[in-house]
């Protein structure tokens, strides 16, 4: 059975320092299992600096395994290809040493904010739940928390899952979870842009239970209105601009395991290079949520699509940290 080292992705502590992360981008992006995929593929990874190499593995992932582009779908809605034993067995193994794959703990005991990021309805239910496991069992420590989501819009078998029948956007599935999961009763406050939902609309609901750290649900606008719904980038700015975030901060960020790589790049981009504060990122534990995973959640086109995904997150850290772009 083939098999890989693990392979870490880029740290991120307080007072962050980018020199580091350079080489850190380059060894994941470099390393043995993405090689063997390139190569499953029919190519061979260049030699060539990290923004060269970046550029070509974002063309060669954009031929080869970004299924969401051909029909243009979310990431539920894609019809996965027949993948023989052989390649399915080597994604699998590149996946999980490229740290999609295998939950893992906190690696510290307390942070100042907690995270739980947006996604389908599936995942909001399932991160909310398993950051307030985190907190009520004492794993670690936080001083707030906050759901990222957005006015996307549920989509009827979203609706079919448990609360979320009368649900209209990721927010309100967001909102369900983190009701559930942290015994939150009514919102303390409740803001938001008001009129139509549009790509431009916000809203805030603010909690304040007696027994558990503030919590925070937010549907963010997008960067680009005009173009598309806000996205992961755009829930971490929102979020952050309103936040009194200090360089000595720790953040952790919970998403799902799939989504690891892209969603903690895309944190240092957005957060920590722009305040300086640390960040941790971790996946729920699928074994431990009472809401199962989707039936083709792990197929190997999830896995190949979402290490594309971590291409891309790297791509626009790199940039922004060589100032090639404004983070």
Known sequence: MVSFDAVALPTCEPNFRPPATTEQILAWISSPPMRALVEEYGDALPSAGVGELLEWLDAFSDKHWDFRKRGNVERDQVTAPTFDPARAALVLAAATALRLVEPVDPPRAAYEHLLVLGGLGRACLQRTEYAARLVRDGVVSVGEVAAL?????????????????????????????????????????????GGAVTHRSWRVRTYRPADAPPVQVLAAPSSEPELRRANTP????????????????????????IYVPFQHSDAIRMLAARYGCGIDTVGFDPARATVPLAPDATNPDRYLQEIRSGILSMQRLHRALAGSLTA
Do not use: C, K, N, Q
Request: no cysteine; glycine share 8%.
């Open 149 to 193: 989501g957005s006015f996307r819009p549920l989509t009827e078998p979203e609706t079919t899952l448990p609360g979320l029948a009368d649900g209209r956007f990721e927010m309100d599935a967001m909102d369900v979870g983190a009701r559930h999961a942290f015994g939150l009763t009514e919102p303390a406050r409740d803001e938001s842009s």
């Open 234 to 257: 755009d829930t971490y700015d929102f979020w952050a601009r309103r936040s009194r975030l200090r360089r000595s901060d720790r953040i952790l960020v919970v998403t799902s395991p």
